[in-house]
């Protein structure tokens, strides 16, 4: 069985300092990751993934998250941020077809 | 390049009304196919996905129907609309390798 734990409904940082945005997963097998990112009243876009490649990924607009199999976390990082970061991140396990779990999101407040 | 497009992007129905929201992918053949709906404060709740044309499978049992009557082509239905069906409804194709999904912009349905 496969679960997404994202450990912060609410995160509130500065404009200009680090994003940390934490999720932990459960899989009974090698999992692909994801995060995704959604404005208000959009779709959601994809950030960044990782399918057992590189345990370090990158991503768009200065994004990257790392794979700890031992820690079973995939925590999004941003060593700055911006004011336009200000969205709901969310962060997803899959076996790929129909076995997709969604976390239940964190929502980023960005502070001028 | 593959594209999704939802629509229609915004709608407001009264209690007891049907509803369609249609939902078409370019750029690819034989996608996989799904209807997510984002209540108010919630996370993504997958309602139906198909893996080919007339196949449909429900995840919740509900008041909404799906159908897939080419192989780029989803449709939601609801015969008569209830207050709870209101929320944010997304439509999304996914890599079959990967599992990565990439949705529409959504659709935001108001029930009075």
């Known amino acids: 069985a496969q679960s997404v734990t994202q450990l912060d409904s609410h995160v509130s940082v500065s404009e200009g300092t680090p994003v940390l945005l934490r999720c932990n997963y459960s899989?009974?097998?090698?999992?692909?990751l994801f995060w995704y990112v959604q404005h208000p009243n959009k779709g959601l876009q994809l950030l960044l993934k990782?399918?057992?490649?590189?345990?370090l990924v990158k991503g768009i607009n200065g994004f990257e998250a790392e794979f700890k199999k031992s820690e079973t976390s995939f925590h999004l990082t941003k060593p700055s941020a911006h004011m336009s970061d200000a969205a709901e991140y969310f962060c997803?396990?899959?076996?790929?077809?129909?076995?997709?779990?969604f976390g239940a999101g964190t929502r980023l407040f960005v502070k001028a | 390049s593959q594209t999704i497009h939802q629509w229609p992007a915004t709608l407001v129905q009264p209690v007891g009304s049907p509803l369609s929201l249609e939902c078409t992918v370019e750029?690819?053949?034989?996608?996989?196919l799904y209807w997510y709906r984002q209540a108010a404060g919630r996370g993504l709740q997958l309602l139906f996905y198909?893996?080919?044309?007339?196949?449909i499978s429900s995840e919740v049992p509900q008041n909404l129907s799906a159908s897939r009557p080419q192989d780029r082509q989803f449709i939601l239905s609801s015969k008569k609309l209830l207050l709870s069906d209101s929320g944010f409804y997304l439509c999304?194709?996914?890599?079959?390798?990967?599992?990565?999904?990439?949705f529409g912009e959504g659709s935001r349905l108001t029930v009075l």
């Open positions: 999304a194709w996914s890599n079959r390798d990967t599992g990565e999904l990439f």
């Open positions: 899989s009974s097998y090698s999992p692909s």
């Open positions: 990782y399918t057992s490649a590189a345990t």
């Open positions: 997803v396990v899959t076996r790929g077809g129909f076995k997709t779990i």
């Open positions: 750029g690819t053949s034989n996608p996989n």
């Open positions: 198909s893996v080919g044309i007339g196949q």
